[in-house]
């Protein structure tokens, strides 16, 4: 009885000290399904002419801190290189319908109301607003939001072929991503967006660049290279998987975490 006893608590002691004590076991299982939970929402906002100051003014004096406020968690804004009245950010919730609370609580704040009416006292400073939803991929489960100066970052979005989405990503995982590293591009974090209706979702990822030439440069040599293009055309081999990608080249706002 004692030998057993001894034993129970020996092992007790060596999971504490590997840090898989009881609770940290639990909480490490209640973080995982946390995380797997989690919804992400990119929204562009297109500002009315001559407006994008007095719209990054207030993202950045207010509206960043009571989207934390209420629950939200700011990932990264960005204006594209192309369109630079347009604003791109993206958030995180622990689910969709604290999503959903989180934004209830944010249009009624008082503060938010004052905030907004003071902003666009001399008129509306967004014209539109557009969200995509979206889920974490497993090509990448976390965020690695890199360092660097003045980077370039590109949002690309890829729509499959009718049920080519997995093989989309098994290329990804396998291939893709080491490339993309090879060949100087840095993977920031990879999405699948959440379709209406059930529809098969798009492959929506960020990848950051020292510049745009140097951007160029990286995706001419990845396209060359003959790693890639046996690697495209073994996962091709039963048809096309791509139907569309679109680009899109952005700076990163001096308030956003991600630069």
Same mark, same amino acid.
């Given at each position: 009885?004692?030998?057993?006893?001894?034993?129970?608590?020996?092992?007790?002691?060596?999971?504490?000290?590997?840090?898989?004590?009881?609770?940290?076991?639990?909480?490490?299982?209640?973080?995982?399904?946390?995380?797997?939970? #989690? &919804? %992400?929402?990119? /929204? $562009? *906002? @297109?500002?009315? =002419?001559?407006?994008?100051?007095?719209?990054?003014? +207030?993202?950045? !004096?207010?509206?960043?801190?009571?989207?934390?406020?209420?629950?939200?968690?700011?990932?990264?804004?960005?204006?594209?290189?192309?369109?630079?009245?347009?604003?791109?950010?993206?958030?995180?919730?622990?689910?969709?319908?604290?999503?959903?609370?989180?934004?209830?609580?944010?249009?009624?704040?008082?503060?938010?109301?004052?905030?907004?009416?003071?902003?666009?006292?001399?008129?509306?400073?967004?014209?539109?607003?557009?969200?995509?939803?979206?889920?974490?991929?497993?090509?990448?489960?976390?965020?690695?939001?890199?360092?660097?100066?003045? #980077? &370039? %970052?590109?949002? /690309? $979005? *890829? @729509?499959?072929? =009718?049920?080519?989405?997995?093989?989309?990503?098994? +290329?990804?995982? !396998?291939?893709?991503?080491?490339?993309?590293?090879?060949?100087?591009?840095?993977?920031?974090?990879?999405?699948?967006?959440?379709?209406?209706?059930?529809?098969?979702?798009?492959?929506?990822?960020?990848?950051?660049?020292?510049?745009?030439?140097?951007?160029?440069?990286?995706?001419?040599?990845?396209?060359?290279?003959?790693?890639?293009?046996?690697?495209?055309?073994?996962?091709?081999?039963?048809?096309?998987?791509?139907?569309?990608?679109?680009?899109?080249?952005?700076?990163?706002?001096?308030?956003?975490?991600?630069?």
């Amino acid at each position: 009885m004692f030998s057993r006893k001894w034993n129970v608590l020996a092992l007790g002691v060596a999971m504490f000290a590997a840090g898989f004590g009881v609770r940290g076991f639990v909480g490490g299982e209640v973080a995982h399904a946390q995380a797997a939970t #989690r &919804v %992400f929402e990119l /929204r $562009t *906002y @297109t500002a009315a =002419p001559g407006k994008l100051a007095a719209l990054h003014s +207030r993202f950045r !004096d207010h509206t960043l801190r009571l989207f934390e406020k209420h629950g939200m968690q700011n990932i990264g804004y960005w204006v594209p290189v192309d369109k630079p009245n347009t604003l791109y950010y993206i958030l995180a919730y622990p689910n969709k319908e604290a999503r959903d609370k989180s934004w209830a609580g944010f249009s009624s704040d008082p503060k938010w109301k004052e905030v907004q009416s003071k902003s666009e006292e001399s008129g509306k400073i967004v014209d539109s607003v557009a969200s995509v939803f979206m889920n974490m991929s497993d090509i990448m489960p976390k965020i690695k939001p890199g360092k660097g100066d003045n #980077r &370039v %970052f590109e949002l /690309r $979005t *890829y @729509t499959c072929l =009718p049920g080519r989405l997995p093989n989309l990503i098994t +290329r990804f995982k !396998d291939h893709t991503t080491k490339l993309f590293e090879k060949h100087g591009m840095e993977n920031i974090v990879y999405y699948t967006s959440i379709e209406k209706d059930g529809a098969q979702s798009k492959l929506v990822y960020l990848l950051a660049h020292k510049s745009q030439e140097e951007a160029k440069k990286s995706w001419d040599a990845f396209r060359a290279d003959p790693v890639w293009i046996e690697a495209r055309d073994a996962s091709e081999k039963d048809g096309k998987i791509v139907e569309k990608v679109e680009s899109v080249y952005m700076k990163p706002t001096s308030f956003s975490k991600i630069k």
